[in-house]
Structures are given as C-alpha cells and as structure tokens.
C-alpha cells in the first residue's frame, strides 16, 4: 500500500529537480517588433490605399451625404482622401465638406483626424474649397491627435495656412536643409516631397533667397540646387519655375558677378530651362532673367570664340595673331556695342568647346558642302552690333564680313544649328555692280581701325585704338 505514494513522492521530487521549460512566447511580440522597425513618421502621416477606387467611393459618401445617411466606419477612413483629390472633390460640396468634417470631429478615434491631417497636407492650396475649414478643425484637434502631429502644430502652427509654411521654411534656411527634412525631423518623414505642402514651403523658401538671405553667390547656387532640383536635372516643381530662376539671379540685378560665378548659373540655368535664345518658350514667365541670360550668354560666346579658336589656331601656327584679336574683340564688347552672339564651330572646334565648356553650352556647327573649303579648327563668330549690324568673323583664313542690315537675305542668321560656308561670307554681286550692303576685310594690316570704323558708322560709338592695341 505504501509502493504507490512512495513512488508519487518521488516523481514530484524529480519534477522538481528539472529545469524549467522554454518559455513558448517570445518576451517582445513579433508586432511590437515590427512597429520598432518603422520609422515613426509612417505611424503619423498615412496616405491613400493602394487598389482603391476613391472616385467611386467619393461619389458612395456624396450619396450618403445627401440622403443624410450618416458615414459608416469604412466611409469615415476613407471620406478625407476625397475631400480635394477625387473627382467628385467632396471639399466643393459644402453639405458634403459639413458632414466629412463633422463626423470626423465627432468620432472618438484619432485615425480619421490623423488621415485628414494628411490628406490636407498632400493637397493643401490655401483658398481651395474646404481647406479653411480643416485646417481650423485640426487647429483645435492637435492636441487630441497624438504625436507627431500635437507636437508639429505647437512647435510650427502646422495648420495656419500662412503661418506654417512660413515658419517651416524659415527652419529649413536656418538648417540649410529642404522643407521637407524639416517635417522629416518633426515626424513625418513619409510626407511626400511633391504634396502641395511641401510645394508652398519651398516657394517660401525661394523667396526668401531670392531677398538677399543667402549672400554669398556659390552658396546661394547650392542651396538653390539642393532644394529645388531633383538628382535627375529637373525641378522638384515644374510651376516653381519662375520662383527658382529668381532666386537665383535677382539678387544680381545690382551687381554682375564675375566670369566663373556666371559660368556656374548658366550650367544649372541651361540644364534646367534651356538656352533662351533656342528655346524662348521656356523662358516666357521669366522675361527678365531670360534677358540677363542672354546678355550673359552673349559674353560667354564670345569667350568661346576667343577661347576654343585660340586652340585651333595655335595648331595651325596661327597663334601668334591671336592675342591681338582677342583684345580687339573683346574691346568691342566693352563698348557695349554687342547685343547678341553666336559661335559656328568645325567638327574640331566642338570637340575642343566639349571638352573646354561642357555639355551645356550651346554653338552651330559648320558643315561641308559650301564654296569655301574648311580647315580643321575653323570657328566663326557671329555678333550682333547696333540696333541693325552684323558681323561674321573668321577665326583664320577667312575674313571679318560686316552687313550694315542683318535682315538682307544672304546674312546669316543667328542660333542655327548648321552653317555652310557660303552662309558665313559675303556673297559675290554681278559683274561691274559693287555692294553697298557689306564689307570685307582680311586680318592683315589695321585691320582692327577698319573693322572699328564700320562698327562706329553702324552704331554712332567710337571704338578707341588705345583699347585694343
């Protein structure tokens, strides 16, 4: 009778002596594991569904609206993605906006404002129907919101339509940061960087560059392309177009900056909006920076000339005539006569251009065909002088050609992409008549006096031989 609980007794007491089991549960559930992974920015701002149709949803929430039936639980999470971004917006009716609005504010979770919040960022466009009124029902509600949103809202007035874009642009000035690193740092990191908050912070951000807030001109050129220009070249904005052109170069409107710093804008300038003077469309909202650019591109081309022609002819042993006429031309400039012009390259001379100026500039090319026979390296520079004159300047074993009117058919025409060589000269007249409309020199003797001389009949300015010989 005693075998059984003996036993017993000892089976407890082995029990006992065992280690404890494994614990089957993991001490941190795999969903607290997983929220840790995501950034906390993805548990504020939220975005639409993917694979829902919000149009047939906005127009299921209008009916609902109208018929006064009020918004289900599936209908309040999805009410605030069609207030302004379906078509129907439900913002434009206002029973609609009343009651998406007010079923949000009456429900006791924080989801619905969290997505308004968001929906209102993604669209926001101060004066669009409806936004007044959610940016005043997020303004009394930030506090019942959670982070980030309670704290973005105390620390930049989030929802005051001018006041928070405002304040969030000035921090990313100070920062040297974009806007939207800004609201990153704040907690909402997932914003997309083309919502229409984001676009109104850095339109305030280019306007106050555009003021003068960042002085220096290659720092200004840096933050200007770290803000407003995508990795791939082009505008985070397309219509922020206007207000990034003026930031960078309002602020030279009193002063021209030197040949290296205006080598830089043209670079992002030309990448960005095309050369004016081949695509004047581009340039139609920015009238007046186009024409800074093309009085700076003027200036740059004639340095092309100067410069890539220099090479070219130091391979053809012409290098000694080219310091003389380079401060001859540039002379020229200088007087102020020069409004326009334009380079005409060999195939040599564009390789050099290439290699000298980088993809961005822009020249013609001279192609095979004409009368005259091309050498390697040759380089014409077109200028226009005066309100009427034009010259056509060979770099080497041409002439300086000057037509007194550029529109007489056979001038050439500036910003082509191809010349022959016919087009670049004077063409001959019938036998026994002379040309009034033109004149030729070669580059032998004063040449530079002469050249001068026509130039002062075309525009009434003297050109002083002490500023070129």
Known sequence: MNEVPTRLKDALRAVGRRAAPTALLPRE??????LARLPADMLGFSAPARGRNYKHIAEAIAEACHAGRPLDRRGLRDAPWCLWQTRPALAQDPRCL?????????????????????AWMMSFEP???????????????ASMMGSPWDRLSASFGLFHEAEGPRRVAEAALSGRVTPVAVLKQGGIGSLDATSGYAKACLALLLGMIEAGQVRDPMERLKRVRDVAVRPDGRL???????????????PFREALPDRAVRDAYLDLLLMLFGDPRLRPAAWARMVEEGEMVRHWLTEQ??????????????????????????????????????SEAWVVFSPLGVDLAKRLLGETASFGRLSRGGGKPLAEGHTVLLLRVG???????????????????????????????????DELGVRDTAAGRARQDTVSFMHSGDWQARVADEIGKITGVHIPSSSYL
């Not at 004066?127 to 509600?141: C, F, I, K, T, V």
């Open 387 to 421: 309100q009427r004159g034009l010259v056509a300047d060979w770099s080497f074993n041409g002439q300086c050609n000057i037509w007194f009117d550029h529109e007489v058919t056979d001038a050439p025409r500036l910003y082509k992409a191809n010349y022959s060589s």
């Open 301 to 338: 081309s004639l340095r092309q000339f100067l410069d890539v022609a220099d090479r070219a002819a130091g391979a053809h042993d012409f290098g000694s005539m080219w310091p003389a006429r380079r401060r001859f031309w540039e002379a020229v400039y200088d007087a102020g006569v020069v």
């Open 29 to 34: 559930p795999a969903v607290a594991r997983a």
């Open 236 to 250: 985070v904005f397309q219509e922020l177009g206007p207000q990034t052109c003026c930031a960078l170069l309002r």
């Open 127 to 141: 004066g669009q129907p409806g936004m007044a009124e959610a940016a005043r029902l997020l303004r009394d509600s």
């Open 98 to 118: 009343a009651a998406v609005l007010g079923a949000v504010a009456a429900s006791p979770r924080r989801r619905p404002l969290r997505s308004l919040a968001s």
